[in-house]
């Protein structure tokens, strides 16, 4: 019988079909059924990529399961991204407006928490000698001094330097963050500004919160970097996900998000071609859309793009152009990089994640490996990518859209391809895992990645599970 059932499954797989684990269970336990179905397989030139319990039940001529009730979830909008509202200028002062935007965005977050006392414009703030003030500014320089900490903030009225002696500095602030300073204003000396004693720094950050909960029994997954087309694509590891996917167990995952880079792209890095499967960019999203194919009907994906798809790099990333769109159903729904999406009545951040790399190289305790301060210092200085002018390419836009407006229940990343979940103040932070293997890049880097691992959040419950494929 065992062998039986093994001689099945290799019948299946040579011709690129596999059971579900309902289908298996079965089949191990109807003898009878299991003849009768190898019979009708051998026979038939067309067998659907997964077969499920219905679906073997129907191939044998049986009809006494009755077809579970399929729910299709649709519960979703786009609350904010920057699709088909990009006002981005390729001059080289039009970082301007995107810097007023964030400062004005921020700064309002930043009184609306009542901690800051006596809050002055930079411009009045240097004629208060002798007085405390806060001040909220954005971030244009921090240096280390014999005695302390020197910072430069600005605001639309003027710059001010603000020292910090080491105790007083008890975690730094990063350039182009938004933050309150507070402390006494010096006395003018000669010609120069006064500065300001700081005594402590306010950062925008979310407040403690509970996380919103679906009224609808309803999970979603979280999955990124697949890397369509790459020679280490794992092949194996998404089919037990897909599997996975029809599962009794799987029932209630309604939503599938992906974190972008769906696929592996071209021309993403020198001599990519060399580690490629699929040379051609639309056919690696052509793969993509047969694999999805495969994906239960009830599920709807939703998908952002990422460095390495075919959309323009500079962040924020608009969704991807009707020509890729195309080759996907109905059921995939697309947003941009950053985008806020609500998916049954829970808020969901969901962003590539390109900026970590910034924070690896300036915030201790970031990595490769485990990027969840990064992720957390986003939330607290409520911007996605703080620091222009590094790795991450910005576009100017008028507004600032890695800005975070409202706060989150979950935020969600990938790009480094490791697997991390935390909580931070009630907002669930998640950096989703890859499914692409060791690169030769990361080899020589030593970084080892930690694919196939899928985070289904419970969103009725608010809770995480994680799934290793
Ligand atoms: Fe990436």
Known sequence: MQDALREFLSQLSERGALLTPDAFDYLKREGDELKKIREVISSNPKVPKILDMEDVQGLIGKNVMKKRVERKFD???VLRDVTGKSKAVAKVDSFVATFVDRYNRLSTVLKGKGVLKNIKSIERAIKLSGDEVSVIGMVSDVRETRKGYMISVEDPTGTIEVFFSRQKMREKPLLDEVIGVYGKVSEKKGGRNPIIFGENIVWPDIPNHSMNLSEEDVS?????????????????????????????????????????????????????????????IYQQYERLAEMIKDIPDRIKIVMIPGNHDFVRPAEPQPAFDDDIKSLFSGDVMF????????????????????SINDFISVLPGVSYEDPSLALIRM???????????????????????????DVPDIFVTGHVHSFVASRYKGTMVINASTWQAQTKYQKLNNFKPDPGVVAVVDLHRGELHEKRF
């Not at 998404?238 to 996917?245: G, K, Q």
């Not at 969901?348 to 390109?354: E, Q, V």
């Not at 409520?382 to 800005?403: C, N, Q, S």
């Open 335 to 354: 947003a941009g990089s950053p985008a806020m999406l609500e998916i049954e009545g829970v808020k969901i951040l969901a962003y590539h994640g390109t």
């Open 379 to 405: 939330l607290k200085s409520r911007i996605l990518a703080p620091i222009y002018g590094a790795k991450t390419p910005l576009a100017p836009e008028k507004e600032d859209y890695m800005v975070i407006d």
């Open 75 to 77: 519960n979703i909008k």
């Open 220 to 280: 979603v997954a979280f999955i990124s970097d697949i890397h369509v087309g790459s020679k280490t694509f794992l092949e194996d590891s998404w089919n037990r996900f897909v599997r996975w996917l029809h599962s009794d167990e799987a029932e209630n995952v309604g939503y599938i998000v992906m974190a972008g880079d769906v696929v592996d792209g071209i021309g993403v890095y020198p001599d990519q071609e060399e580690e490629l499967d699929i040379l051609d």
